[in-house]
């Protein structure tokens, strides 16, 4: 019995050693099979691989058009802030050029409206009435410079019938007002050979005044009386008296004019000299 049990369990562990030496060498083979020919992978792990690689390009491509809307919009702003600077640069020098060409214009005006050396002088008023001073740049021109005197035009012409007349016309200068023209000034005080004769004003030339002027436009030198309106006489109605001539303007400085009258012989002194002074 004994030899029998011990037979039997001889042989169960002979068979267990010949399964396990088996599945050993089994499990052996099938690795060197794998290793020199792999099995290809499962799918699903391959469509794993492939959404993952996707997942990572799409992310990829995502990033990059991030980047580039980023640099865009920078692109864009510094565009936007270049051309608003090249704006505004070029809104200033526009309105320098403006400011040029209207400094340029007001210049151009003023020579235009201004004096020259040699201007023509009207001096008038009716019998009663103020004289009334005129320099033209030439006959046809507006006046450049008209003021109305205090004194009466009766008493300049007996000035001037007993010998030469000075006539100084005077303002203030203020320092703190702008400076403009000695011909623009619009209050003078007079002075006549010397003596006061109150203040003079500058006038705008009204429609009288430019008839006048435009009674005696042909009239290149001399005196007369030009018909009044035929009304009762007063101090604005009546004869008007006039003298005529033409006058050398010399410019002492920026306070300071003076016109001579022309005599037609060239000899002695002139007849009748203004002064504009700023003191």
Same mark, same amino acid.
């Given at each position: 019995? +004994?030899?029998?049990?011990?037979? !039997?369990?001889?042989? =169960?562990? !002979? +068979?267990?050693?010949? @399964?396990?030496?088996?599945?050993? !060498?089994?499990?052996?083979?099938? $690795?060197?099979?794998? =290793?020199?020919?792999?099995?290809?992978?499962?799918?699903?792990?391959?469509?794993?691989?492939?959404?993952?690689?996707?997942?990572?390009?799409?992310?990829?491509?995502? %990033?990059?058009?991030?980047?580039?809307?980023?640099?865009? %919009?920078?692109?864009?702003?510094? /565009?936007?802030?270049?051309?608003?600077?090249?704006?505004?640069?070029?809104?200033?020098?526009?309105?320098?050029?403006?400011?040029?060409?209207?400094?340029?214009?007001? %210049?151009?005006?003023?020579?235009?409206?201004?004096?020259?050396?040699?201007?023509?002088?009207?001096?008038?008023? @009716?019998?009663?009435? @103020?004289? @009334?001073?005129?320099?033209?740049? #030439?006959?046809? /021109? $507006?006046?450049?410079? =008209?003021?109305?005197?205090?004194?009466?035009?009766?008493?300049?012409?007996?000035?001037?019938?007993?010998?030469?007349?000075?006539?100084?016309?005077?303002?203030?200068?203020?320092?703190?007002?702008?400076?403009?023209?000695?011909? #623009?000034?619009?209050?003078?005080?007079? &002075?006549?050979?010397?003596?006061?004769?109150?203040?003079?004003?500058?006038?705008?030339?009204?429609?009288?005044? =430019?008839?006048?002027?435009?009674?005696?436009?042909?009239?290149?030198?001399?005196?007369?009386?030009?018909?009044?309106?035929?009304?009762?006489?007063?101090? #604005?109605?009546?004869?008007?008296? &006039?003298?005529?001539?033409?006058?050398?303007?010399?410019?002492?400085?920026?306070? !300071?004019?003076?016109? &001579?009258?022309?005599?037609?012989? /060239?000899?002695?002194?002139?007849?009748?000299?203004? &002064?504009?002074?700023?003191?």
């Amino acid at each position: 019995m +004994k030899t029998i049990m011990a037979k !039997s369990f001889q042989d =169960l562990s !002979s +068979k267990r050693q010949f @399964h396990w030496t088996a599945k050993v !060498s089994n499990e052996e083979e099938e $690795q060197e099979v794998a =290793l020199k020919d792999p099995s290809p992978k499962p799918s699903s792990d391959i469509n794993r691989n492939e959404q993952g690689k996707t997942e990572n390009i799409k992310s990829s491509t995502l %990033n990059a058009i991030h980047e580039n809307k980023t640099e865009d %919009n920078q692109l864009k702003q510094e /565009s936007a802030s270049a051309s608003a600077t090249r704006r505004k640069l070029q809104t200033i020098a526009v309105a320098r050029l403006k400011s040029v060409l209207t400094s340029l214009g007001r %210049n151009r005006g003023n020579l235009q409206q201004g004096l020259g050396t040699r201007v023509v002088g009207t001096l008038f008023g @009716h019998r009663r009435g @103020h004289v @009334h001073f005129a320099f033209q740049k #030439d006959s046809t /021109s $507006q006046p450049a410079f =008209l003021v109305e005197l205090a004194t009466p035009i009766s008493g300049l012409v007996r000035e001037m019938a007993s010998g030469l007349v000075r006539i100084a016309l005077e303002c203030d200068k203020e320092e703190e007002k702008k400076a403009t023209r000695l011909t #623009d000034e619009p209050i003078w005080r007079t &002075y006549c050979n010397g003596k006061k004769c109150g203040f003079a004003n500058r006038r705008e030339c009204g429609p009288k005044e =430019l008839q006048i002027l435009k009674a005696v436009e042909p009239i290149s030198m001399g005196a007369g009386v030009l018909p009044g309106n035929g009304g009762e006489e007063s101090a #604005d109605s009546g004869e008007i008296m &006039y003298m005529r001539a033409k006058f050398e303007r010399v410019i002492g400085s920026r306070d !300071s004019e003076a016109f &001579y009258m022309m005599n037609p012989d /060239s000899n002695g002194a002139p007849e009748l000299s203004v &002064y504009l002074l700023r003191v």
